[in-house]
């Protein structure tokens, strides 16, 4: 199921993701952080479940599953896990 999240992004964030793949959220696609290390403490804090709504060769952007109003604007892939629900 896609679902469309209106993330709020700073100019900032927009500047930076203006030559990404943005795109719709899939909720049956979902990430893990697996590596905290050079991300702010209140990460940390969040629901470990993530969904991608953007991405550029090695990076995601992320935006939290359970409060759209937390995003992290560029994160390694690599120091996430990709999870698919599959619909039965």
């Known amino acids: ?3 469309m999240y209106n993330v709020k992004e700073t100019k900032f964030w927009r500047n930076v993701h203006k ?3 943005m795109y719709i959220v899939n909720k049956n696609i979902y990430y ?4 905290f290390e050079n991300l702010n403490e ?8 993530w ?5 550029n060769v090695n990076e ?3 935006v939290n ?3 759209p109003k937390i995003y992290i604007g560029l994160i390694p892939i690599w120091n996430t896990k990709l ?5 039965l």
């Open 1 to 3: 199921m896609n679902v």
């Open 19 to 21: 030559d990404w793949n």
């Open 32 to 35: 893990k952080i697996v590596n």
């Open 42 to 49: 209140k990460y940390r804090k969040c629901s470990n479940l």
């Open 51 to 55: 969904h991608s709504y953007g991405d």
């Open 60 to 62: 995601l952007a992320l």
């Open 65 to 67: 599953s359970y409060n």
């Open 83 to 87: 999870y698919i629900l599959n619909d």
